[in-house]
């Protein structure tokens, strides 16, 4: 296995001159034939696998990471760049009501379809049955809290959590509370593309923006075509990574696009990062 040095000299000095998020952003985005694995999503759907684009691409994200982009399964911690232990997506939804909600599936990179699909899907069940889990509880508790005192108990997790790199098991919050990354679809609320936020109280280094799939003209085998394309864009945290980073990311995000058998079964373990 290769040994990568999350620690370069330029990652020391990105950590240092960066603040997290206000000028650390790096965008970008892509377009994405979505016809084949539409296609796809739509036989599995038909064999009573109810699973989504938005799961897929969770999926996939994981595994990129796991075999094309470990540096994107980082964060700072002080001056330098730490290794999270797994590798964690959380997924936003939308529950009953038009709540904003989110699901973390944990060892994303090492799961099938199915298991990310029943995660998801019995995590949205819950929730509108009012079974809310720990996120969810603790949002509601910090909504509660009066201002101003609300900010400052945000500013204190922030430090311990966040700056000091504290655990608060009692309330279940850590520097890993976010996951290694954030999947939203905003194209299913109306939304032809967008770019998400770095949250300032989350050490999340990559957030995936889905947009709406469209009708486009497109050159397949040298001829125009009608094919369902996707807008994709991610919004990537420049103190751990490059633009060539993103780059490795949305090949690899295109290949299992293109091959989602290979989403069916476990990865190979020869290929683990963590």
Known sequence: MEQIDYNSDWRKVASTIYKKPTDSKIYGMVELDVTDIEKYIAKKRKEGLKTTLTYIITLIIGRAIRNEVPELNTFVKGSKIAQRKQVDGVVSVLLAGG???SVKVENADQRTIQEVTDEIAEHIRQSRKGNERDEMQSKNMLARVPWPFRKWLFRLYRVLTI????SLPGI?????????????????VGLDTGYGSLLPSSNVSLVMILGSVQNKPAVVNGEIVSRRI?????????????GSHGGRLFRHIKYLLKNPHLLEEKPDENLAKF
Not at 163 to 166: Q, T
Not at 176 to 185: A, D
């Open 99 to 101: 709540e904003m909600g």
């Open 163 to 166: 700056d000091w790199g504290i």
């Open 172 to 188: 279940g919050l850590d520097s890993n509370s976010f996951g290694s990354y954030v999947v939203s679809n905003i194209g299913t």
């Open 230 to 242: 996707m807008l994709l864009s991610a919004t990537l945290d420049h103190r751990v990574v490059d």
